[in-house]
């Protein structure tokens, strides 16, 4: 069972900067494939970006692609989202998923464990 802890979120002008961290602990944080995604209220969950366990492979939804960057430590058990350029659409609850998949997906079906989530708020 792995367990995912995320922070970094809060409130932010747009325009500026935050940076996510998701802590895994619990199984081989190696194994897994780390995703972000959002839940906008009122909204579905939506990807947000994707990485290997080499990180050699990232993806990125088109609505964040040149702003956020997603990276991975794993001698920390740790995922980031560095996230640029906030926009007040960029708004959301951010979850942290891993994937025991060995390819970058971005359906959450396909993800196996998540996190409670870190509010980010941009405002206009």
């Known amino acids: 069972q792995v367990q995912l802890v995320e922070s970094g979120g809060g409130l932010v002008q747009a325009g500026g900067s935050l940076r996510l961290s998701c802590a895994a602990s619990g199984g081989t944080f190696s194994n897994y494939v780390m995703g972000w995604f959002r839940q906008a209220p009122g909204k579905e969950r939506e990807f947000v970006a994707t990485?290997?366990?080499?990180?050699?492979?990232?993806s990125y939804a088109d609505s964040v692609k040149g702003r956020f960057t997603i990276s991975r430590d794993n001698a920390k058990n740790t995922v980031y989202l560095q996230m640029n350029s906030l926009k007040p659409e960029d708004t959301a609850v951010y979850y942290c998923?891993?994937?025991?998949?060995?390819?970058?997906?971005?359906?959450?079906?396909?993800?196996?464990?998540w996190g409670q989530g870190t509010q980010v708020t941009v405002s206009s």
């Open positions: 990485i290997t366990w080499t990180g050699s492979t990232r």
């Open positions: 998923a891993a994937d025991s998949g060995r390819i970058v997906r971005n359906n959450p079906k396909w993800y196996d464990y």
